[in-house]
C-alpha cells in the first residue's frame, strides 16, 4: 500500500485521556487514522507494552512533567503508550529500509491504538517465531537495561551484579543481559517470584521479604537499583570500592519525583571512587538489533505477566501500578 492509498476518512479506535487522574480517565474513541509524511511509517498495531512512564504522563506527576512539556492544565499528547509490534501498514515516499508488511517492534508516540505513526529509525523487523506481545515489551525495558549495564556500567564476564527488582519489567531483561555478558548475577524480588528470577538465569536469588541484600557481607561491582527502596548509603556499602551504582526507578515525591535523589547521587559521585550513573535511555536502531539477536539466540526472552485487550487499557495500567507485575504488561489490539 503507498500513501495515497490511506486516506483522511478512514477511522482507528484508540485509547485517550482529556484530562490528568488515575486509569479511570482513560477513554476508548474513535479517531481520523494518521497519514505517513516522506520519512515516516504507519503501523497497524498489534501489541503495545504499558511501562510506568505512562502511569507518569496519565497522572500528570511529578508534576515537573508538566513544566517540561507534557502539558500544564491537560495533557498535550492524549493516546499513551510508546513501546509497539506490529505490521507496517504504509510506508512514505523516502522510506526504503521497510516494506510493507514487515513485522516490526520498537518505540513510537501513542502506541495505545489500533494505528499509529513510526519513524523507521525506531523500528526493526522482529524474529518471525517471536510473537507480537513479546516483542511489544522489548523497547523500552530491553533498552534500559542493555545500556545501563553495558554502557554505564561496562559489565564484564566475572563482575557479580545485583538487579534489585529483577521481577520487573526492566529486571527481567537485566538478568537475562547480564548472564549473556559472563557476569554472576544476583536478583532481589519478593517471594513469589524467586522462581521466575532463578529461571532467568540468575545465580543467586535474594528475597527481600526475608533478607536485605544491603546488609549482607557479599560486594558488588555493578548494583541496578530498579526500586529504591533502600538508603543510597546502604547500597555503598555492598558496592565495590570501585564499583557502579544505577538507580533507576523514577519513583518519588508528587512534584519532582526522584529528581532530588537523583541529584544528590550526581553530587555525592563527585566525592567517591564508587561510579553514580544517572542517566536516561534512549531509542537507538543499533541497540535494538543487539536485542533481537540476544533474543533470536536465545540469550534473553522476554517475559510477559498480563496481556490485556485495547479496551481494558485503563485495568492494565492499574495492574501495573500496583507495583508487584512480573515482567511486562502487554495491551493486544
Same mark, same amino acid.
Given at each position: 500500500?503507498?500513501?495515497?492509498?490511506?486516506?483522511?476518512?478512514?477511522?482507528?479506535?484508540?485509547?485517550?485521556?482529556?484530562?490528568?487522574?488515575?486509569?479511570?480517565?482513560?477513554?476508548?474513541?474513535?479517531?481520523?487514522?494518521?497519514?505517513?509524511?516522506?520519512?515516516?511509517?504507519?503501523?497497524?498495531?498489534?501489541?503495545?507494552? @504499558?511501562?510506568?512512564?505512562?502511569?507518569?504522563?496519565?497522572?500528570?506527576?511529578?508534576?515537573?512533567?508538566?513544566?517540561?512539556? *507534557?502539558?500544564?492544565?491537560?495533557?498535550?499528547?492524549?493516546?499513551?503508550?510508546?513501546?509497539?509490534?506490529?505490521?507496517?501498514?504504509?510506508?512514505?515516499?523516502?522510506?526504503?529500509?521497510?516494506?510493507?508488511?514487515?513485522?516490526?517492534?520498537?518505540?513510537?508516540?501513542?502506541?495505545?491504538?489500533?494505528?499509529?505513526?513510526?519513524?523507521?529509525?525506531?523500528?526493526?523487523?522482529?524474529?518471525?517465531?517471536?510473537?507480537?506481545?513479546?516483542?511489544?515489551?522489548?523497547?523500552?525495558?530491553?533498552?534500559?537495561?542493555?545500556?545501563?549495564?553495558?554502557?554505564?556500567?561496562?559489565?564484564? *564476564?566475572?563482575?557479580?551484579?545485583?538487579?534489585?527488582? @529483577?521481577?520487573?519489567?526492566?529486571?527481567?531483561?537485566?538478568?537475562?543481559?547480564?548472564?549473556?555478558?559472563?557476569?554472576?548475577?544476583?536478583?532481589?524480588?519478593?517471594?513469589?517470584?524467586?522462581?521466575?528470577?532463578?529461571?532467568?538465569?540468575?545465580?543467586?536469588?535474594?528475597?527481600?521479604?526475608?533478607?536485605?541484600?544491603?546488609?549482607?557481607?557479599?560486594?558488588?561491582?555493578?548494583?541496578?537499583?530498579?526500586?529504591?527502596?533502600?538508603?543510597?548509603?546502604?547500597?555503598?556499602?555492598?558496592? @565495590?570500592?570501585?564499583?557502579?551504582?544505577?538507580?533507576?526507578?523514577?519513583?518519588?515525591?508528587?512534584?519532582?519525583?526522584?529528581?532530588?535523589?537523583?541529584?544528590?547521587?550526581?553530587?555525592?559521585?563527585?566525592?567517591?571512587?564508587?561510579?553514580?550513573?544517572?542517566?536516561?535511555?534512549?531509542?537507538?536502531?543499533?541497540?535494538?538489533?543487539?536485542?533481537?539477536?540476544?533474543?533470536?539466540?536465545?540469550?534473553?526472552?522476554?517475559?510477559?505477566?498480563?496481556?490485556?485487550?485495547?479496551?481494558?487499557?485503563?485495568?492494565?495500567?492499574?495492574?501495573?501500578?500496583?507495583?508487584?507485575?512480573?515482567?511486562?504488561?502487554?495491551?493486544?489490539?
Amino acid at each position: 500500500m503507498i500513501v495515497d492509498d490511506v486516506t483522511a476518512t478512514a477511522r482507528m479506535r484508540a485509547v485517550a485521556h482529556e484530562a490528568y487522574g488515575p486509569p479511570a480517565v482513560l477513554d476508548l474513541v474513535e479517531l481520523p487514522r494518521p497519514v505517513p509524511g516522506d520519512d515516516e511509517v504507519l503501523l497497524r498495531v498489534r501489541a503495545a507494552a @504499558a511501562n510506568f512512564a505512562d502511569l507518569c504522563f496519565l497522572r500528570g506527576e511529578p508534576r515537573i512533567l508538566r513544566l517540561a512539556g *507534557a502539558g500544564l492544565g491537560k495533557p498535550k499528547n492524549q493516546i499513551l503508550g510508546t513501546d509497539v509490534a506490529g505490521l507496517v501498514e504504509a510506508v512514505g515516499r523516502n522510506v526504503t529500509a521497510l516494506r510493507v508488511g514487515d513485522e516490526v517492534f520498537g518505540r513510537c508516540d501513542g502506541s495505545f491504538a489500533e494505528y499509529v505513526i513510526a519513524a523507521p529509525a525506531d523500528l526493526v523487523v522482529k524474529p518471525a517465531d517471536l510473537g507480537f506481545p513479546q516483542a511489544a515489551g522489548v523497547a523500552m525495558a530491553g533498552l534500559t537495561a542493555l545500556q545501563a549495564l553495558r554502557d554505564q556500567a561496562g559489565v564484564m *564476564a566475572g563482575q557479580r551484579v545485583l538487579i534489585n527488582g @529483577a521481577a520487573g519489567g526492566i529486571g527481567t531483561f537485566a538478568v537475562q543481559i547480564a548472564k549473556a555478558f559472563g557476569a554472576e548475577v544476583t536478583g532481589v524480588c519478593s517471594t513469589p517470584n524467586v522462581e521466575l528470577v532463578r529461571s532467568l538465569g540468575a545465580d543467586h536469588v535474594i528475597d527481600y521479604t526475608q533478607a536485605d541484600f544491603t546488609a549482607g557481607g557479599r560486594v558488588y561491582d555493578v548494583i541496578l537499583d530498579n526500586v529504591e527502596n533502600h538508603p543510597l548509603a546502604a547500597c555503598r556499602r555492598v558496592l @565495590a570500592p570501585t564499583g557502579t551504582f544505577i538507580p533507576n526507578s523514577g519513583h518519588g515525591g508528587r512534584w519532582i519525583g526522584s529528581v532530588g535523589r537523583l541529584l544528590k547521587a550526581v553530587v555525592l559521585a563527585r566525592f567517591t571512587r564508587q561510579r553514580i550513573r544517572v542517566f536516561m535511555s534512549s531509542c537507538r536502531q543499533a541497540d535494538l538489533v543487539v536485542l533481537r539477536e540476544l533474543i533470536s539466540s536465545g540469550q534473553v526472552v522476554p517475559v510477559v505477566d498480563r496481556v490485556y485487550p485495547l479496551a481494558e487499557t485503563a485495568a492494565a495500567l492499574a495492574y501495573l501500578g500496583e507495583g508487584h507485575a512480573r515482567g511486562k504488561v502487554v495491551i493486544t489490539v
